[in-house]
Structure formats: structure tokens, C-alpha cells
């Protein structure tokens, strides 16, 4: 009977062991390191997701002062159009000259446009006058003079 109690105090030594060598093991050895780099991993992650959660608030944020300020220039627009669209009084364009100034200049205009017309009349066929004799012109050579007996 000495001896079963030692084989069975063998067996659960061997079986303690095995538990506390696989936790030993398991805490200082590779398993450690990669137990380590997936809770920095997991922290990366952490700091990633609320980085980007910041990010996406601040752009929810800025379009909403966007679309606040496209509906305020939308109102100035409207506003600005029924301005121009309404007709008052005071918007009646002024003259630059006075009635009688415009008279006078409609009357020149008549005038210089009729002595135009006349003089179109008198000149019908007629060459430019500069050109009308031979050898008047720029670049015509020169006309020898005859001379006389």
C-alpha cells in the first residue's frame, strides 16, 4: 500500500507540474511576447478608433456650420433679388446731361450726319483726293517735270 500512495503522489506531482510548468511557461516565454504585442495592438487600435471618431465629429461639426452658412447666403441672395426687382422711384436711371445739352448733341448729330450724306453725293467715282493726280501719291515715283521750248 506504501507504494500505491507513492504512485499516485507521482501521478497528481506529474499533473501539478504539467499545470504549473504550462502556466510558467505560458508568462515568460514566447507566449509572454505575444500576449504583450496584442495588448499594444489592442491599445493602437483603441487610440486609432478614437482618433477617428474625433476626426469624424469634426467633420459633422464644420458641414453643419457649412450648410448654416449656404442657407444664410441663400436668404441674402433672395433678399438682394427682390431688392433689385422692385421698382422705386429713386432707382430711375438720371441723366448725365441736363434736356437742353441733349437737344444740342441730338441736333449736332443730325446736322454732321447730313453733311456726311452730302458730301458721300458729291464725291460718288471720284478717287480720294490724295491720290487724285498722277505721281501725288507715297510711294509713286517721282513725275519729271516736261520742260518747255
Do not use: C
Request: aromatic residues 10%; charged residues 25%.
Amino acid at each position: 500500500m506504501d507504494w500505491l500512495i507513492g504512485l499516485l503522489l507521482l501521478v497528481a506531482g506529474v499533473v501539478i507540474g504539467f499545470f504549473a510548468a504550462r502556466y510558467w511557461f505560458l508568462n515568460s516565454g514566447e507566449a509572454a511576447e505575444l500576449q504583450e504585442q496584442v495588448a499594444n495592438v489592442q491599445q493602437q487600435f483603441e487610440a486609432y478608433r478614437k482618433d477617428v471618431s474625433e476626426q469624424l465629429a469634426t467633420a459633422r461639426q464644420i458641414a453643419s456650420e457649412v450648410t448654416d452658412i449656404q442657407h444664410r447666403l441663400n436668404l441674402f441672395l433672395q433678399d438682394s433679388q427682390q431688392l433689385l426687382e422692385q421698382n422705386k422711384e429713386w432707382q430711375q436711371p438720371l441723366p448725365f446731361f441736363a434736356e437742353e445739352t441733349i437737344r444740342s448733341i441730338r441736333q449736332a448729330n443730325i446736322l454732321n450726319k447730313e453733311r456726311r450724306e452730302d458730301s458721300e453725293r458729291t464725291e460718288d467715282g471720284e478717287p480720294p483726293r490724295d491720290y487724285s493726280e498722277p505721281g501725288s501719291g507715297l510711294f509713286s515715283p517721282p513725275v519729271k517735270e516736261e520742260k518747255s521750248n
